[in-house]
């Protein structure tokens, strides 16, 4: 399974959520799957997702929050998810896909082919975590965690196999803050 098929399922699933997305291919991805106002797409700023998705979740307690991360970028910034769980947003969802490698930079092997990262969200205090491995599984995962008090964890191992001719966001990040200050505020 591919990122984009990932995204694929998830993103008609979505409502009016909140949705901070890690940098590089996660935000190019699912900038070509669905383009929203509510997406917060990370332009450059590696590891800062789950920090951004925290403060988002923490501001806006009465809606769902997600963040679509990547193993690098929660690697970058695990200290993060100890912040998350020790803030306990009930509203947040951290949706990581995980390719075990650094793949724009050239595909450098990342930890977390050694290390299960659901296992370290949940050791830091995530109320729940899953791992699914099969795009069959995806959605009802992530239906069965959106019901559940958060923070909550999805891991979703997928291949290193980004399509490089994906467009860019073609927003600016002006024009990525402005759009998603008038979602958080409507």
């Not at 993103?11 to 900038?31: C, H, K």
């Not at 390719?99 to 990342?110: F, W």
């Amino acid at each position: 399974m591919k990122g984009i098929d990932a995204f694929r399922e998830l993103a008609p699933l979505l409502n009016n959520e909140p949705t901070v997305l890690a940098n590089g291919y996660i935000s190019r991805e699912f900038f070509n799957v669905t383009d929203r106002r509510e997406n917060f797409y990370m332009i450059g700023s590696m590891g800062l997702a789950s920090a951004i998705g925290l403060g988002v979740a923490l501001a806006q307690p009465q809606r769902r929050t997600l963040i679509f991360d990547g193993d690098g970028n929660v690697l970058m910034a695990m200290g993060t998810l100890a912040m998350i769980a020790a803030c306990a947003p009930k509203n947040l969802i951290h949706i990581v896909i995980d390719n075990e490698v650094y793949e724009s930079t050239g595909s450098q092997r990342t930890l977390s082919h050694d290390i299960r990262l659901e296992e370290v969200a949940k050791s830091a205090g995530y109320k729940q975590a899953m791992r699914v491995t099969r795009r069959e599984d995806i959605r009802p995962a992530y239906q069965q965690l959106y019901k559940e008090e958060g923070p909550v964890f999805l891991l979703i191992k997928v291949e290193p196999a980004f399509d490089a001719s994906q467009a860019r966001v073609t927003h600016t990040p002006e024009e990525i803050r402005d759009r998603f200050m008038a979602a958080l505020a409507g």
